[in-house]
Protein backbone atom coordinates (compact mmCIF):
# COMPACT_ATOMS: atom_id res chain seq x y z
CA UNK A 1 0.00 0.00 0.00
CA UNK A 2 3.06 2.37 0.77
CA UNK A 3 4.63 1.77 -2.22
CA UNK A 4 0.92 2.31 -4.45
CA UNK A 5 0.81 6.20 -2.54
CA UNK A 6 4.80 6.69 -2.96
CA UNK A 7 3.85 5.70 -6.71
CA UNK A 8 1.11 8.11 -7.42
CA UNK A 9 2.61 11.17 -5.31
CA UNK A 10 5.93 10.30 -7.71
CA UNK A 11 3.58 10.29 -10.76
CA UNK A 12 1.34 13.47 -9.42
CA UNK A 13 4.68 15.40 -8.79
CA UNK A 14 5.76 14.72 -12.37
CA UNK A 15 2.58 15.52 -14.19
CA UNK A 16 2.61 18.42 -11.89
CA UNK A 17 6.03 19.25 -13.68
CA UNK A 18 5.22 18.35 -17.05
CA UNK A 19 2.50 20.68 -16.90
CA UNK A 20 4.06 23.59 -15.23
CA UNK A 21 6.78 22.75 -18.23
CA UNK A 22 3.96 23.17 -20.78
CA UNK A 23 3.04 26.29 -19.84
CA UNK A 24 6.28 27.71 -19.71
CA UNK A 25 6.80 26.29 -23.00
CA UNK A 26 3.39 27.68 -24.07
CA UNK A 27 4.09 30.99 -22.98
CA UNK A 28 7.80 31.02 -24.19
CA UNK A 29 6.24 29.90 -27.72
CA UNK A 30 3.57 32.69 -27.57
CA UNK A 31 6.29 35.57 -27.09
CA UNK A 32 8.40 34.33 -30.01
CA UNK A 33 5.23 34.41 -32.45
CA UNK A 34 4.36 38.07 -31.12
CA UNK A 35 8.16 38.91 -31.54
CA UNK A 36 7.44 37.62 -35.35
CA UNK A 37 4.26 38.66 -36.22
CA UNK A 38 5.80 42.35 -34.48
CA UNK A 39 9.17 41.92 -36.97
CA UNK A 40 6.78 40.94 -40.73
CA UNK A 41 4.77 44.06 -39.35
CA UNK A 42 8.01 46.22 -39.66
CA UNK A 43 9.24 44.66 -42.50
CA UNK A 44 8.44 46.10 -46.19
CA UNK A 45 8.35 44.17 -49.34
CA UNK A 46 10.94 45.13 -52.12
CA UNK A 47 11.49 44.38 -56.09
CA UNK A 48 15.22 43.96 -56.81
CA UNK A 49 16.61 44.24 -60.04
CA UNK A 50 20.00 42.39 -61.32
CA UNK A 51 21.20 42.62 -65.19
CA UNK A 52 22.51 39.04 -65.34
CA UNK A 53 23.42 38.77 -69.15
CA UNK A 54 21.70 35.39 -70.64
CA UNK A 55 20.15 35.22 -67.36
CA UNK A 56 17.38 33.33 -69.08
CA UNK A 57 19.78 30.58 -70.70
CA UNK A 58 20.91 29.32 -67.15
CA UNK A 59 19.92 25.69 -66.45
CA UNK A 60 17.89 24.41 -63.87
CA UNK A 61 21.07 23.37 -62.24
CA UNK A 62 22.52 26.58 -61.97
CA UNK A 63 19.31 28.70 -60.59
CA UNK A 64 19.62 25.74 -58.02
CA UNK A 65 23.25 26.75 -57.03
CA UNK A 66 21.75 30.56 -57.07
CA UNK A 67 18.83 29.58 -54.85
CA UNK A 68 21.82 27.57 -52.51
CA UNK A 69 23.86 30.61 -52.28
CA UNK A 70 21.35 33.11 -51.59
CA UNK A 71 19.74 30.75 -48.96
CA UNK A 72 22.83 30.18 -46.93
CA UNK A 73 23.35 33.91 -47.25
CA UNK A 74 19.66 34.86 -45.76
CA UNK A 75 20.09 31.95 -42.89
CA UNK A 76 23.49 33.71 -42.18
CA UNK A 77 21.68 37.02 -41.59
CA UNK A 78 18.40 36.23 -39.70
CA UNK A 79 14.88 36.73 -40.08
CA UNK A 80 15.19 40.98 -40.77
CA UNK A 81 15.10 39.53 -44.76
CA UNK A 82 13.38 37.05 -46.50
CA UNK A 83 13.12 36.05 -50.37
CA UNK A 84 9.34 35.64 -51.53
CA UNK A 85 10.47 34.73 -55.11
CA UNK A 86 12.51 35.80 -58.50
CA UNK A 87 11.40 36.22 -62.13
CA UNK A 88 14.15 35.12 -64.65
CA UNK A 89 14.16 36.77 -67.59
CA UNK A 90 16.22 36.73 -70.85
CA UNK A 91 19.15 38.94 -69.40
CA UNK A 92 17.56 40.54 -65.79
CA UNK A 93 16.49 38.70 -62.76
CA UNK A 94 13.51 40.86 -61.12
CA UNK A 95 13.52 39.44 -56.73
CA UNK A 96 10.74 39.84 -54.46
CA UNK A 97 11.78 40.18 -50.79
CA UNK A 98 10.86 41.32 -47.61
CA UNK A 99 13.11 43.02 -45.60
CA UNK A 100 13.36 45.71 -42.64
CA UNK A 101 15.20 47.84 -44.75
CA UNK A 102 16.82 48.20 -48.17
CA UNK A 103 20.92 47.93 -46.30
CA UNK A 104 19.76 44.84 -45.33
CA UNK A 105 18.94 43.82 -49.15
CA UNK A 106 22.12 45.38 -50.50
CA UNK A 107 24.37 43.47 -47.79
CA UNK A 108 22.93 39.99 -48.97
CA UNK A 109 23.85 41.35 -52.42
CA UNK A 110 27.31 41.79 -51.28
CA UNK A 111 27.83 38.33 -49.27
CA UNK A 112 25.95 36.60 -52.04
CA UNK A 113 27.90 38.28 -54.89
CA UNK A 114 24.80 38.92 -56.38
CA UNK A 115 24.32 41.90 -58.60
CA UNK A 116 21.99 44.84 -57.58
CA UNK A 117 20.47 47.81 -60.62
CA UNK A 118 17.83 48.78 -58.56
CA UNK A 119 16.02 48.61 -55.30
CA UNK A 120 12.16 49.73 -55.27
CA UNK A 121 10.26 49.82 -52.24
CA UNK A 122 6.65 48.06 -53.11
CA UNK A 123 3.91 50.49 -52.52
CA UNK A 124 0.85 48.50 -53.33
CA UNK A 125 -0.25 45.34 -55.17
CA UNK A 126 -2.83 44.77 -58.05
CA UNK A 127 -4.45 41.74 -60.06
CA UNK A 128 -7.15 41.03 -61.91
CA UNK A 129 -9.03 40.50 -58.75
CA UNK A 130 -8.79 44.18 -58.03
CA UNK A 131 -10.76 45.19 -60.51
CA UNK A 132 -13.64 42.96 -58.66
CA UNK A 133 -13.63 44.55 -55.41
Not at 65 to 79: C, D, F, R, T, Y
Request: charged share 30%; glycine share 6%; aromatic share 6%.
Amino acid sequence: MKTKITFCTILIGLLMCFTAFSQDQAAIKAEMNKDMMDKKETMKTYVIEREIPEAGKLSPEELKGISKSSNAVLEEMGPGIQWLHSYVTDNKVYCVYRAENEELLKEHARKGGFPVNAISEMANKISPDTAKD
